[in-house]
């Protein structure tokens, strides 16, 4: 029986979360699997992957073949680099306090990586609200500034509208004293 490290999916249509198994190479895809090793959910960013090393490197050594896409995820976890250094340690090339400081070491660079990619990313998107919060506080004081410009020529246009009334009134009151100025100027003759 040859054994595949694969991906079985599960969750949603267009939400795909997958489990990384063990199983028999002639079983189904969402099938049968002999043992469940992790996890991988490639919706987040960066991805999220739960493994079980130590139980991938037992079936590693064990003679289990990865898929494409298991093997990446395998040397991204480190399991890849525990087995190749485990065949290092029968060999006698390494010893096992050797080999656990170098995977160690390892891990502690690559979490440093997933870290700053992180850090980036949240920089990122902090630099995009900044820049949408600024477009967007430009937008409103253009806004601001259009509508104080349409109520200052409401407002000019209302004056002009009162201007002619108020003289119109002031050319009546005028011309009414004139008569009453004349009559005066009449009875005083």
Request: glycine residues 6%; positive net charge.
């Given at each position: 029986m040859s054994v595949k490290i694969?991906?079985?999916r599960h969750g949603k249509k267009g939400k795909p979360y997958f489990w990384i198994v063990?199983?028999?190479?002639?079983s189904k895809r969402d099938g049968k699997?002999?043992?469940?090793?992790?996890a991988y959910n490639p919706?987040?960013?960066p991805a999220t992957i739960e493994l079980d090393v130590d139980g991938a490197v037992?079936?590693?050594?064990?003679?289990a073949q990865p898929t494409d896409t298991a093997r990446a995820i395998l040397s991204?976890?480190?399991?890849?680099?525990?087995?190749?250094?485990?065949g290092g340690v029968r060999k006698g090339a390494l010893t096992e306090e050797q080999a656990e400081e170098k995977f160690t070491a390892w891990m502690d660079e690559k979490a440093n990586k997933?870290?700053?990619k992180k850090e980036g990313l949240a920089k990122a998107d902090a630099d995009a609200k900044?820049?949408?919060?600024?477009?967007e506080k430009e937008v409103n004081a253009k806004r601001e500034a259009d509508a104080a410009k349409v109520i200052a020529d409401a407002e000019a246009a209302e004056a002009a509208a009162n201007a002619p009334a108020e003289e119109a009134t002031d050319v009546e009151a005028t011309t009414e004293e004139a008569p009453a100025d004349d009559a005066e100027t009449k009875t005083e003759e």
């Open positions: 694969r991906l079985q063990a199983s028999d190479a002639r699997f002999l043992e469940k090793l992790g919706t987040t960013n037992k079936w590693l050594q064990n003679g991204y976890k480190g399991a890849m680099l525990k087995n190749h250094l485990a997933v870290d700053s900044a820049k949408a919060l600024e477009a």
